[in-house]
């Protein structure tokens, strides 16, 4: 099992900028890519952007393209999101999780508030 812990949420204006933080640690060497998922109240989790581990293959959701970049830093075992021209749409609570490969995700963190006024 690898467990994560997320930081980095917060309140902003529309048009702020905010970076979530992912801290991988236990089992991570089963753990083939990263993601980072998204819940708003009274919606379903929905899938914003991932990345792997060796090659920082990269994917993302249509809606947050050229405003939300994922990295990774692999000597901590942590990964980020850097969240650009914020818009209240994007308020939910951030969850990254650790996978087997861009499309299967096993483990999960406790999430991070994101929330963006108007």
């Known amino acids: 099992q690898v467990q994560l812990v997320e930081s980095g949420g917060g309140l902003v204006q529309a048009g702020g900028s905010l970076r979530l933080s992912c801290t991988a640690s236990?089992?991570?060497?089963?753990?083939?890519?990263m993601g980072w998922f998204r819940q708003a109240p009274g919606k379903e989790r929905n899938f914003v952007a991932a990345i792997t581990w060796s090659r920082g293959t990269t994917l993302y959701v249509d809606s947050v393209k050229g405003r939300f970049t994922i990295s990774r830093d692999n000597a901590k075992n942590t990964v980020y999101l850097q969240m650009n021209s914020l818009k209240p749409e994007d308020t939910a609570v951030y969850y990254c999780?650790?996978?087997?490969?861009?499309?299967?995700?096993?483990?999960w963190g406790q999430g991070t508030q994101v929330t963006v006024s108007s």
């Open positions: 999780a650790s996978g087997r490969g861009l499309q299967i995700y096993d483990d």
């Open positions: 236990g089992r991570t060497f089963s753990s083939i890519a």
